[in-house]
């Protein structure tokens, strides 16, 4: 199975900074018709987003929850499956005692990634992840999945230093330009 690993905040919806909120939430404009052509291509599609508000006490477990639902119900009005949600609530230096810790599914760390490829039989040869950090890119190439950096987001902090596969404008660019375009030469 060829997936795709998306960053949240930053990559789907636009980083207003530890989003937590439905009314706070706004989705890149191409996500939708970048998204619909990876599905289209056979790609399993899988969000892999950091979320240390929790850790932090910006907001709880429930409301990132909440606002995932919503998401995921905003993408089946679309036509677009999201096979699964990986979330890390951690961080060491949280204030919310259960989540305070040092984990191994916070990016740069690749447990998230690692986690699908193991549920859902991914192939990480076959796989690409979309991120606006270079943690996600670090955490992308621990387990041997591409790794394409955009310049939404964060992205325009880490351009000159990513180790990305890939620098994209934004997410469709990312999926015409490298994604789609390396699956065809895969095939060729």
Do not use: W
């Amino acid at each position: 199975m060829k997936a795709v690993f998306l960053d949240r905040d930053g990559v789907i919806n636009v980083d207003k900074g530890y989003v937590h909120r439905i009314e706070d939430f706004e989705f890149y404009p191409n996500v939708f018709k970048a998204l619909k052509k990876l599905q289209d291509a056979g790609y399993k599609l899988f969000i892999v987003t950091n979320q240390s508000g929790i850790a932090v006490g910006y907001y709880t477990e429930e409301d990132f929850l909440k606002l995932t639902e919503f998401m995921l119900k905003e993408f089946e009005k679309e036509g677009i499956k999201i096979e699964k949600v990986y979330y890390c609530p951690h961080h060491e230096d949280g204030i919310v005692e259960k989540y305070a810790i040092k984990c191994d599914c916070r990016k740069p760390e690749s447990g998230m990634i690692r986690k699908a490829i193991q549920e859902f039989g991914v192939d990480p040869t076959k796989s690409f992840l979309i991120g606006d950090k270079e943690n996600d890119i670090l955490a992308a190439h621990k387990e041997g999945v591409k790794a394409a950096f955009v310049k939404t987001g964060q992205g325009m902090k880490y351009v000159d230093t990513t180790t990305a596969d890939y620098v994209g404008e934004d997410i469709l660019d990312v999926v015409d330009n490298f994604i789609l375009k390396t699956d065809e030469r895969v095939k060729e």
